[in-house]
């Protein structure tokens, strides 16, 4: 089964990075919604983002979402550990009892690889922070709609009429 819980705290992070770019308020209901997700589980990513300080809310009249510190100083490692704990990527197979060559030393073997490709992708999640993701979202959006897309206004962010 796909584990998509850190694509989509992803998405929720730079949706409310960009929110706090653009000057517009975000909600819980307004990244449920733009992410086709159900606010339960929404609700539920918030939870851990809140807890290791990348997301804050405030609630009452004019509440919502913001950065809980500067962009800049959020990792995409943070943002994945905060979700996922560092869960492994790669997983080995059950043990096959030793029939040959290979599954008689299987197991050491995917360990290294499995452990050389882990390191590889949090040092890459560890080296890309917040604000150039944000800075590159924009300029991936500029190119977007030089090409002839919507232009989309913040406070409609989320409703896509292409």
Do not use: W
């Not at 819980?28 to 918030?46: C, E, H, I, T, Y």
């Amino acid at each position: 089964m796909i584990d998509l819980r850190f694509s989509t705290a992803f998405q929720m992070v730079l949706s409310v990075a960009l929110a706090d770019h653009d000057g517009f308020r975000c909600t819980s209901k307004m990244l449920a919604d733009g992410l086709g997700a159900n606010p339960s589980f929404v609700r539920q990513l918030l939870v851990p983002l809140g807890r290791d300080g990348i997301i804050a809310a405030s609630i009452g009249k004019g509440g919502g979402l913001h950065l809980a510190r500067a962009a800049a100083s959020i990792t995409l490692r943070e943002i994945y550990a905060s979700i996922t704990g560092e869960k492994r990527f790669l997983h080995a197979r059950p043990s096959a009892p030793p029939r040959c060559r290979v599954s008689a030393n299987i197991e050491p073997l995917f360990e290294k690889v499995a452990a050389d490709a882990d390191k590889a992708l949090l040092e890459s999640l560890q080296r890309r922070n917040v604000a150039e993701v944000l800075s590159e979202l924009l300029r991936l959006d500029k190119v977007r709609v030089a090409r002839g897309g919507a232009k989309i206004v913040p406070e409609r962010e989320y409703i896509l009429e292409e």
